[in-house]
């Protein structure tokens, strides 16, 4: 459908603009430099959701959902490129050439495993987090966008899904996101890729409770792999259940040959929230001795503790 009354028409019969607002789109088309599409003038001037405007050009052109949401985002990448950050402290760190596992052949203090009968008992103390947060003046950024790449695909429509639901997460558009993921979710159930973003999604939006219970329920052959025992891991910490975290975190480590840093930073930073600063101070240790000449916030982070834990 590339008529632009003919899509206008369509928005309104749906009433989802109205008769000015589509005039107003026009003269803004009218007025623009280069071929600008109406969707997208609409979308950029408020007057309908990205979402609500893929949803009624696929229904009506009886296209899958997932070639609508592909043509119409290639359109607006250029867009959203100087947004698509991803973290870029997060994006660019290196991986460890092999697990360090000297740093991890002692065991938590006993009076940490005191605490729970069972470390996976507790999972939703986020007044600990807030605290730790508080204490150390830290904020721990969501993981990597670029961490979906390590993951699966299940088909060509599931992956031009997850392609588009990066884009909006990346561009911060997160209830269109939550839109377009529960959507896919119930076409792609076994998707590891939408499990990771939707619990991404929920992290961002602070439901930090909803984001663990999707890791949880996720199938054993989606857990088993190393971005999904990471954001477990991650959900465990945000959550506040500290133990837990550090049991995650320590076993994809061990279990992967090129571990990245982040990972055994993380791993520090639930020692020092579950307060075995014994603990903290060794990985911290290893974890400045890999980073190498690397400057960033973390690594900033990690020197302040090791000092203060070593004085």
Same mark, same amino acid.
């Given at each position: ?10 928005? $309104?019969?749906?009433? %989802? ?18 071929? /600008?599409? +109406? ?14 405007? +893929?949803?009624?050009? @696929?229904?009506?052109?009886? $296209?899958?959902? @997932? ?6 985002? +290639? ?20 991986? *460890? ?10 065991? @938590? ?9 069972? $470390? ?19 904020? *721990? ?20 899904? /997850?392609?588009?639901?990066?884009? *909006? ?44 219970? /999707? ?5 054993? %052959? ?13 959900? !465990?910490? $945000? ?6 975290? +550090?049991?995650?975190?320590?076993? /994809? ?15 520090? !930073? ?42």
């Amino acid at each position: 459908m590339q008529n632009n009354e003919r899509i206008g028409e369509l928005l $309104i019969q749906q009433g %989802l603009i109205t008769e000015d607002q589509l005039a107003v789109a026009l003269n803004k088309q009218k007025n623009s430099i280069g071929k /600008v599409l +109406i969707g997208h003038v609409l979308v950029d001037l408020g007057f309908v959701s990205f979402a609500n405007l +893929i949803t009624s050009v @696929a229904k009506h052109q009886r $296209i899958p959902k @997932a070639e609508a949401l592909l043509q119409e985002r +290639i359109k607006l990448r250029e867009k959203y490129a100087k947004q698509q950050t991803d973290s870029p402290l997060l994006e660019n760190e290196p991986t *460890l050439t092999s697990p360090p596992a000297e740093s991890l052949q002692k065991t @938590a203090p006993n009076k940490s495993a005191q605490r729970t009968s069972s $470390i996976y008992e507790h999972t939703d103390d986020l007044s600990a987090f807030k605290k730790l947060k508080e204490k150390h003046n830290f904020e *721990l950024p969501p993981l990597p966008l670029s961490d979906l790449d390590a993951l699966p695909r299940v088909s060509a429509d599931e992956n031009q899904v /997850v392609v588009m639901c990066r884009d *909006l997460l990346a561009a911060e558009e997160l209830k269109d996101a939550e839109e377009f993921i529960d959507d896919a979710y119930s076409h792609f159930p076994q998707s590891s890729r939408l499990a990771w973003s939707k619990s991404w999604l929920y992290l961002r939006t602070n439901r930090q409770s909803k984001a663990l219970k /999707v890791m949880l329920n996720l199938p054993d %052959l989606p857990k088993s792999l190393a971005v999904m025992q990471v954001m477990t891991a991650y959900c !465990y910490l $945000i959550n506040g259940n500290f133990m837990a975290a +550090i049991v995650n975190f320590t076993r /994809v480590i061990k279990e992967n040959d090129h571990p990245k840093l982040l990972w055994l930073f993380l791993l520090g !930073y639930s020692h020092l929230a579950n307060e075995n600063y014994e603990e903290t101070a060794h990985v911290l240790k290893q974890y400045l001795k890999l980073t190498g000449n690397i400057e960033n916030k973390f690594v900033h982070f990690a020197r302040i503790q090791l000092q203060q834990l070593t004085n």
